[in-house]
Antibody, heavy 121, light 108 residues
Framework: QVQLQESGPGLVKPSGTLSLTCAVSGGSISSSNWWSWVRQPPGKGLEWIGEIYHSGSTNYNPSLKSRVTISVDKSKNQFSLKLSSVTAADTAVYYC??????????????WGQGTLVTVSS | SSELTQDPAVSVALGQTVRITCQGDSLRSYYASWYQQKPGQAPVLVIYGKNNRPSGIPDRFSGSSSGNTASLTITGAQAEDEADYYCNSRDSSGNNWVFGGGTKLTVL
């Protein structure tokens, strides 16, 4: 079955750019699915960041849109997140997830294990 | 509106039935999906679509929807069901996603 694994630096300096990659195994990123990023600040709830289709089409959370770029690398079967101008408020566990769909409904499954990114000098 | 509202905390006696609710305008157009999250773990899908359970999810979990409210029901709650539960759906535009704030379920 499809498995997702996030990777990237665990520490980013304020005003810098957070960069993460999600490797997809057990399936193709070129399948008919969107691929998404979700984050969770310590002790808080889930926040959707954005999603990408293998064609490169993207949707972003309006509250983060000016700072977010999501890209796909079909040759490596992975997709990536860049979040610029980070502050301490961007400290969170970052998850990647596949968006499944059926009969005009969609949902997140599976999720990666998550990776903690701390913004600190 | 692009928000989903959940009660912050709910408790249930072992073996009893509990309903966790999620309210939002987008639920008039889209079914909610539900995720269980235990401490230190990634969310796990428990209900999707009208009322579908992924393989491996016990049949004590069920979902329903009416108007702008979606519900997750656990019939015969077990100790291992103690967790945070999040609802989510597409927003009214259909292009973005929204999550509820989460409900912490305590099994007494």
């Amino acid at each position: 079955q499809v498995q997702l694994q996030e990777s990237g630096p665990g520490l980013v300096k304020p005003s810098g750019t957070l960069s993460l990659t999600c490797a997809v195994s057990g399936g193709s990123i070129s399948s008919s699915n969107w691929w998404s990023w979700v984050r969770q600040p310590p002790g808080k709830g889930l926040e959707w960041i954005g999603e990408i289709y293998h064609s490169g089409s993207t949707n972003y959370n309006p509250s983060l849109k000016s700072r977010v770029t999501i890209s796909v690398d079909k040759s490596k079967n992975q997709f990536s997140l860049k979040l610029s101008s980070v502050t301490a408020a961007d400290t969170a566990v970052y998850y990647c997830a596949r968006v499944m769909w059926e009969l005009a409904e969609d949902w997140f499954d599976p999720w990666g294990q998550g990776t903690l990114v701390t913004v600190s000098s | 509106s692009s928000e989903l509202t959940q009660d912050p905390a709910v408790s249930v006696a072992l073996g009893q039935t509990v309903r966790i609710t999620c309210q939002g305008d987008s639920l008039r157009s889209y079914y909610a999906s539900w995720y269980q999250q235990k401490p230190g773990q990634a969310p796990v899908l428990v209900i999707y679509g009208k009322n579908n359970r992924p393989s491996g999810i016990p049949d004590r979990f069920s979902g329903s929807s009416s108007g702008n409210t979606a519900s997750l029901t656990i019939t015969g709650a077990q100790a291992e069901d103690e967790a945070d539960y999040y609802c989510n759906s597409r927003d009214s535009s259909g292009n973005n996603w929204v999550f509820g704030g989460g409900t912490k379920l305590t099994v007494l």
